[in-house]
């Protein structure tokens, strides 16, 4: 494996693994759970690169969720959030902006090579209002669909959980018994 891949592998233990198990083996229960993956996956689809870590922390205070994991789930979601970009720009022109946004290739050209830098911003600028537009549109059904999608995967997770934390405490209540036969022998010696 080489260097980079090891860094990768270390920064997603430390920065999303870690924090995600820390905060559920605190005891973090099945509805918050669920609601905070479902928060972070509709904030992180937010058609603004770069601002799907705020649109996440906003929602995350409104709705209640937990910071960590809708912050986790939200870096799971970027490459979906990368593939999401163009269909939001495409709906958002299609069906909020007037037919004299529309995009191409040439369009884009013709616009950045004779309008002024202010014309050529506004133009951006309604684009992303368009894509914002359409998030805003579908956000509360991606809310809902991800929270019915992700109350299986939240019973699933606290599950595993429990049965990892009863074994490793099985084996700590073995490990402490033959701690105290050994002691026990050794007084007795």
Known sequence: MSVVCKRVKT????KIILPFKKEIQNGISEELLTKSISIGFTG???PIPGLTLLCSFLLQYLFRGSFI??????VIVTPLHLLSLKTFYQSGMNYILPS???????????????????????HFF??????????????????GFSYLASKPLSRFI?????????????SNNKKNNQVEQSNN???SV
């Open 11 to 14: 920064f997603i233990d430390v």
């Open 44 to 46: 992180g689809i937010f």
């Open 69 to 74: 994991i809708c912050q986790s789930v939200n």
């Open 100 to 122: 004299s946004y529309t995009m191409s290739i040439d369009n884009l050209m013709n616009i950045i090579s004779t309008h002024s830098i202010f014309e050529t911003f506004q």
């Open 126 to 143: 309604a684009y992303i209002l368009g894509a914002v537009c359409i998030w805003f549109l579908l956000s509360p059904f991606l809310l």
């Open 158 to 170: 606290l599950k595993r959980f429990k049965q990892l934390r009863s074994s490793s405490s099985s």
């Open 185 to 187: 022998v050794l007084k």
